[in-house]
């Protein structure tokens, strides 16, 4: 397997561009069962999620090219409903052609989900509003049956608020007959995204990005031509890069009106942030970071997804901080090769008490998931002693475009080892 060196104590300066959402790319992915024809995805970023995306669509009967950052599907009206697990289990989100599969085709046979470690991540929800708008479910031998010659519209409150559970009822509404109004719907900017896709392919899609969704159904949708919008966990990793080695660096389009949460508390810091243009200047010195506490909460909240990197933050700064995990009960895995670096953090429950302690040294550490890897790499970063060597890295290529030539191209001694093929 690949692994990735560093030699921190760099300070980042420069600029880097962020990659298309891989959150908001996935779900649209599968929004292309939906309609027949040609649909084009512009940019896409090249990860691992992307090309496990696009053998499912393959494996489910579509014509999908890869050449990122373009993606182009040609769908027909012939499908394989099924997707199997040796899919499913390397991502979570496969789960979102159950929505679509079931919509237009009348049946799907979909695996139990897999993906990050990071804790019980049920499809309940799905199943509820699915159930709710007519189709029949059964779990077999580990998979998801549904049946529904047509679904109907229903109202759905959500028990709390869920990412995918809200883009595949809202896909599967899509398609229905009648009206689907989803409530505790979630907010995040990948749910808005997907809306206004959907809208182009003539879907009636009101209130996508607020807790409150209604959806028109219409007898069938057209192909559409879309460009992703930019990664704003991406861009929240590489803001935190740059804070925490003390640097000068213009993240190029930075979505800052999705980053809000994480640049008030970088701000409380001691971090300076500024608008250019489309893009986020970052400017810090390390000498001078202040403790500052984080709760984790559904959008517009602090993102769960930059809970990882702040920690690292938080490590090497003066004073003591909490950090709080409010979405997933398993997300702390990082917490025990951030001690092996130097940091001084106890777990107690779904909290985290983080004492600064000035710098971390360099050791040999393993990711345990996506977000995990990232604040990793920082800790690497920002290691002053000895070498650090990452390893199990197609975690982090799941979600980060060429991040170690990025970081390279501002001034960080990263380079990624081949392991044997």
Same mark, same amino acid.
Request: proline fraction near 4%; glycine fraction near 10%.
């Given at each position: ?6 030699? *921190? +104590? ?6 880097v561009e962020v990659s298309g959402a891989k959150n908001a790319a996935l ?9 027949? +024809?040609?649909? &084009? ?5 090249? !990860? ?8 499912? $669509?393959?494996?489910? /009967? ?8 373009? #993606? #182009? ?14 899919? %499913? ?6 789960? &979102? #052609?159950?929505?679509? !599969?079931?919509?237009?085709?009348g049946r799907a046979k979909v695996s139990l989900p897999g993906g990050c @470690?990071? /804790? ?33 519209? @229903? ?42 896709? $959907? ?9 996508? /990005? ?45 979505? !800052? ?19 250019? *243009? ?34 690292? $933050? ?23 090769? $951030?001690?092996?670096? *130097? ?21 040999? %550490? ?14 690497? &970063? ?12 197609y975690h982090l290529d799941r979600g980060y475009e060429r991040i170690e030539?990025? &970081? ?14």
């Open positions: 397997m690949d692994a990735i060196r560093i030699r *921190g +104590g760099k300070r980042l300066v420069g600029t779900p649209i992915l599968s929004a292309t069962l939906l309609s027949d +024809g040609e649909s &084009l995805l512009r940019n896409v970023p090249a !990860l691992r999620d992307i090309d496990t995306m696009a053998a499912m $669509l393959r494996f489910l /009967g579509r014509e999908c090219v890869v050449d990122a950052p373009r #993606v #182009v599907v040609h769908a027909g009206s012939q499908v394989n409903p099924e997707a199997p697990y040796e899919l %499913v289990k390397q991502m979570r989100a496969s789960v &979102l #052609v159950l929505g679509p !599969l079931l919509a237009r085709f @470690a990071i /804790g019980a991540r049920p499809i309940d929800q799905h199943l509820k509003g699915l159930e709710a708008m007519g189709a029949k479910i059964r779990l077999v031998h580990g998979y998801v049956e549904a049946e529904c010659a047509r679904l109907k519209g @229903a109202e759905i409150c959500f028990d709390l608020p869920t990412v995918t559970g809200t883009e595949n009822l809202m896909m599967a509404a899509a398609l229905a007959k009648g009206r689907t109004t989803l409530v505790n719907a979630a907010r995040e900017p990948e749910v808005e995204e997907l809306g206004r896709v $959907l809208n182009k392919m003539g879907a009636r899609i009101d209130g996508a /990005g607020t807790d409150v969704i209604h959806i028109e159904g219409r007898d069938e949708l057209l192909p559409f031509d879309h460009a992703i919008i930019a990664d704003r966990i991406e861009a929240g990793t590489f803001m935190v890069a740059a804070a925490a080695t003390g640097g000068d660096v213009l993240v190029l389009h930075a979505p !800052l009106e999705n980053l809000e949460p994480v640049v008030v508390k970088l701000r409380m810091a001691g971090v300076q942030i500024s608008r250019e *243009g489309d893009g986020v200047r970052v400017v810090a010195e390390r000498r001078r970071l202040r403790s500052v506490n984080v709760t984790t909460a559904p959008h517009p909240g602090f993102p769960t997804d930059m809970q990882a990197q702040f920690m690292v $933050l938080m490590c090497i700064a003066e004073g003591e901080s909490v950090i709080t995990e409010t979405i997933f009960e398993n997300r702390f895995m990082h917490v025990p090769e $951030l001690t092996r670096m *130097g940091a001084d953090i106890s777990v107690r429950g779904n909290t985290a008490i983080v004492n600064g302690v000035g710098k971390l040294s360099g050791a040999s %550490v393993m990711a345990t998931d996506l977000r995990a890897s990232a604040s990793l790499v920082i800790a690497g &970063l920002v290691a002053e002693e000895d070498e650090t060597e990452l390893r199990r890295v030539k990025k &970081l390279a191209g501002l001034g960080a001694d990263v380079v990624r080892v081949k392991g044997p093929s």
